[in-house]
Structures are given as structure tokens and as C-alpha cells.
């Protein structure tokens, strides 16, 4: 019958991806032997290359030769690969999930578990942070009341995964048993099996693919993974050649149903989304690079308790979980802020920009001691901004609501053609936390900006607190025109960021 079939069929596809993983397994540890001798016999030869010459007495000068071949032998095995992104994909949402801004309106109020009060919040605090009418939100959601069960998440996580993975894999033409590393990023949500078990069964990954689950790090989580990625790949040069990290949140289970006001913000914010990156190890890796991984820096700032405990998931007095966020996000974020970027914009910037920033700061300094003895006091001379614009082309910034976008783009120096695309995603599909990075990286390229040699600052600040930051540059040529046309900013790019009603031109 058709299920002895379908069993047949399944046997004989685990028996092939079997025979696949194991060949590609022995490729591996092939190469790594061969790699491994060859390395050994250029030591001998150089050895026995510096005994001849002073065995024969020949020139003093011969004896450079084989100390610079040795020394550039050694110097090439402990060097470390550059990491590269072979491509990424991100999910449109099928539009039957698609949630208007009154519709959500008149959702919370038939919902029956909300208070006048909450509902007048959450209806300010919608309409202000500037969202549009075509985001997304998981099917369990849509229901009245929203179920917000265990399995409700598993099915989103499905509803996610799959399709973003499937078009990954697709577009790359790197088949899954050529996965050696996957990382998956998801605050809220942490099944067993775990959520790359979830992924490995799907796609029948190797026995020896190495996983990893990231859960409570919030929007910078994304970068975070890459992090991890990139250590896996320069550890096992030569054995992983691939590393995939997939990054979305699971709203279904982050929904709240109680009235404490600073728990209801998570159901303003965030929305459905889901994006999946292929790094590779360029050393080893067969397939082309789009960008080449320039710098990546973490900071944390959790020894501080006022930071750690300003984004909390906790229960409220009726026995409710959410997610608190208290007071003083913006000074928090300004220290966190502050510890992070001069590491990295010393990491990043060109050194004409390091000079002309650091005589800047020496100035203001003498303007600021020469203005406290006039007045006496406190002198309010504006500090000194470096130009993150020597160092990056395009950048990618946190979704946070397109008020707390543009003000921290004027805090790093920055305008709103630097701030559009983190606009244009935040209006079109919402905070898809950590997942929002790839789909502003889709913004740029679906309007044909990101050209060969121009650099990409993705920029992530999230629970903990902590921020990310990872810098790209493409080296890969400018694809054609048709390129623009798929994916989720095909048919609406052009139409992003919108101007509200009455805003002044930008």
C-alpha cells in the first residue's frame, strides 16, 4: 500500500544521507591526515635543508632559505581562516498571518484578559512607535483568546525554520549533510528535544554535526551566534567547512495575558520572523563567499545590577509570566553603549579617522576645563563624535521602535539615509529580535547599495545587557537586477520607509 511505500521511500533516503555523511566524514579526516603530513615533511625538509648547509659549509646567506620557508610554513598553519558569508535567507510570513494595526486594536479588546487600561497602553504604545499594517504574527495569535501552549511554540518553530532553511540551501546549493555546525538563536523558548535536534531530524544532518542552542540573549543574540559559528569553523579547519546560524524568536510563547503595564511591551514590539545564515570557512570551503567577516565584538555589562535587572522574565502577582522592562533603558543602554564601541571602532576605523577623532577629544578637553573656570561650573561643550562613516557604507541597527532608531543613529553620528533601512524594517515587519539584522542586510541589497568593497555594520543590543556588533564586507560583485525582485522586499521596497500623515520630509 502507500505507507509500505512512503516506508521504503524513507528508508532508502536515510540509507543514501547515511552513506553520504559517512563518505563526507572519511573526506574530512582524509584531508586532515594529508594536511597533517604535508606539514611534517616541509618541517623535515627544512631541517635537512639547514644540516646540508652546515654540513657543507656553503654560504652563511643559504642559511636563510630554509628558516624562511619554515617560518612561513608555520606561520600559515597558525593563522587564522577568514570566515565568510556564503549568503543568507529570511522569511516573508504567509500573508493569512498578517495583523493590521486597527485590527490589532480590536483584537486586544476582544480578547477578554485585558483591562480598559491595558488596552488604551498598548494602543498608544503601538501607534506611536510608527509599526505599519503588514507585519506578522504566529497562527496560535490570531485565535480568540491566543493560545500560547508548548505546542503552539513547537509548530511556530516549524512554521519558521523549514521554509527559511529550505530557500538557504536552495539559493547556496550546499546540501545539508554539509552542515558541520549549527547554531540556533532563540530567547524565549528551549523545547526538548531541543530546537536543533528540531532541525537536524528535519534535514537528516550528520552524526557529528556540532549544535548549539543560545536562549535569553535577546536581540543581540544573532551576532552572538556568529560568534560561535566563527570559533567552530577556525577550530576544526579543515573538518567543518560549513556552519549554519538560524535566528528567530518564538512569539507564541512570549505572549503575556496579565496587566502589568511593563510586560505588555513585548506584545506591542515583536513580531514573526525568521532569517538563516551559512558562514564558511574560506580556507577549506568549495562554495563562494558574498561577505567577508572583517571584525565581531561582544560586551557585556551584567556585573552591573541595575543593567541586569532592567529586562527580566518573571512571573507577576497573579502567577503570570512575562517579560519586564523597567525604568531606565536609556541610560543603560548609553553605558552599555559606551563600553562597546571604542573597542570596536578601534578595531574598525581607518587610522586617518583614529587621529582625526583622537585630536578632537584632546580639544574638547581643553575647551571643557578652560569652560568650567569661566563659569564656574559644569561647562556644556558637546563631545566629540568619531565618524563611523570612514568605517562602514550601510549599517544595520536594533528595532526598537523607530523613535529609539533614530535617536540612536544621532547618537552614533549618524542620518537618516544610515538609519532607513532599520526604519523601513522596523514599519514593514516589526522587532523580529535578533532576525531583524538579516532582514535590513536584505533591505540594502534588494536597493542595489551594497556594491563589491563596501562594508556592512550590523550593530545588536540586547538583554543582559549586552550588544554585538559585526562588520562585513562584500566581496562578492553586484548581483543582477532580478535578484532584487525575490524575497520578502521584492514587491514592497519601494515602499519603505513610509512617511506618516504630516511628518515633515526627511
Not at 445 to 458: F, H, L, M
Request: glycine share 10%; charged share 20%; proline share 5%.
Amino acid at each position: 500500500g502507500k505507507s509500505s511505500v512512503s516506508k521504503t521511500f524513507k528508508r532508502s533516503r536515510d540509507k543514501q544521507a547515511g552513506r553520504t555523511d559517512m563518505e563526507m566524514a572519511h573526506r574530512d579526516h582524509l584531508l586532515a591526515a594529508v594536511h597533517g603530513v604535508l606539514g611534517v615533511a616541509v618541517l623535515i625538509l627544512c631541517l635537512v635543508a639547514e644540516l646540508s648547509v652546515l654540513v657543507f659549509r656553503r654560504h652563511a646567506a643559504l642559511y636563510l632559505l630554509p628558516v624562511c620557508a619554515m617560518m612561513t610554513h608555520l606561520w600559515r598553519s597558525g593563522r587564522r581562516a577568514d570566515i565568510g558569508l556564503v549568503d543568507f535567507a529570511y522569511l516573508k510570513p504567509p500573508r493569512r498571518l498578517r495583523v493590521t494595526i486597527p485590527g490589532l486594536l480590536e483584537h486586544l479588546r476582544l480578547i477578554g484578559c485585558f483591562d480598559d487600561g491595558s488596552v488604551e497602553f498598548m494602543s498608544r504604545v503601538v501607534e506611536d512607535s510608527g509599526m505599519g499594517d503588514e507585519t506578522y504574527f504566529p497562527p496560535a495569535l490570531h485565535y480568540l483568546p491566543p493560545s500560547a501552549t508548548h505546542a503552539d511554540a513547537v509548530q511556530e518553530a516549524g512554521m519558521l525554520f523549514f521554509p527559511t532553511l529550505d530557500e538557504l540551501f536552495a539559493k547556496t546549493g550546499v546540501p545539508p549533510s554539509a552542515v558541520g555546525a549549527l547554531v540556533v538563536n532563540c530567547s524565549g523558548f528551549g523545547p526538548a528535544p531541543s530546537l536543533t535536534a528540531i532541525i537536524a531530524n528535519r534535514y537528516r544532518m550528520p552524526s557529528d554535526v556540532k549544535t548549539f542552542n543560545l536562549s535569553g540573549m535577546g536581540c543581540a543574540a544573532g551576532i552572538v551566534g556568529v560568534d560561535v559559528a566563527r570559533g567552530v569553523l577556525r577550530a576544526h579547519v579543515g573538518a567543518v567547512d560549513y556552519a549554519v546560524v538560524v535566528s528567530a524568536e518564538i512569539v507564541t510563547i512570549g505572549w503575556y495575558r496579565g496587566r502589568d503595564r511593563s510586560k505588555l511591551l513585548l506584545n506591542c514590539f515583536f513580531r514573526t520572523g525568521c532569517a538563516a545564515a551559512l558562514l564558511s570557512n574560506t580556507a577549506s570551503a568549495a562554495a563562494p563567499v558574498k561577505y567577508r567577516l572583517v571584525a565581531l565584538k561582544r560586551t557585556t555589562i551584567a556585573a552591573d545590577d541595575c543593567g541586569y535587572n532592567l529586562a527580566v522574565r518573571e512571573e507577576d502577582d497573579e502567577g503570570i509570566t512575562g517579560f519586564t522592562i523597567g525604568r531606565g533603558l536609556g541610560r543603560v543602554f548609553r553605558d552599555l553603549l559606551r563600553a562597546h564601541l571604542p573597542g570596536f571602532g578601534a578595531s574598525i576605523l581607518p587610522w586617518h579617522e583614529k587621529l582625526r577623532y583622537a585630536a578632537a577629544l584632546v580639544r574638547f578637553r581643553r575647551r571643557r576645563r578652560s569652560s568650567k573656570k569661566v563659569q564656574g561650573g559644569e561647562g556644556r561643550v558637546e563631545a566629540p563624535k568619531p565618524n563611523f562613516l570612514a568605517a562602514a557604507s550601510h549599517f544595520c541597527l536594533p528595532s526598537s521602535g523607530m523613535p529609539n532608531i533614530r535617536r540612536l543613529a544621532e547618537g552614533l553620528g549618524l542620518g537618516e539615509r544610515e538609519a532607513e533601512a532599520a526604519l523601513a524594517t522596523f514599519q514593514r515587519f516589526g522587532n523580529q529580535s535578533a532576525s531583524s539584522l538579516w532582514y535590513q542586510l536584505g533591505y540594502h541589497e534588494a536597493r542595489g547599495r551594497v556594491r563589491r568593497g563596501d562594508r556592512v555594520w550590523q550593530l545588536g543590543i540586547g538583554s543582559g545587557p549586552k550588544a554585538s556588533s559585526a562588520l562585513w564586507e562584500r566581496v562578492a560583485a553586484y548581483g543582477d537586477a532580478a535578484a532584487a525582485d525575490e524575497g520578502p522586499w521584492g514587491d514592497c521596497v519601494l515602499r519603505y520607509p513610509a512617511r506618516a500623515p504630516g511628518a515633515p520630509l526627511a
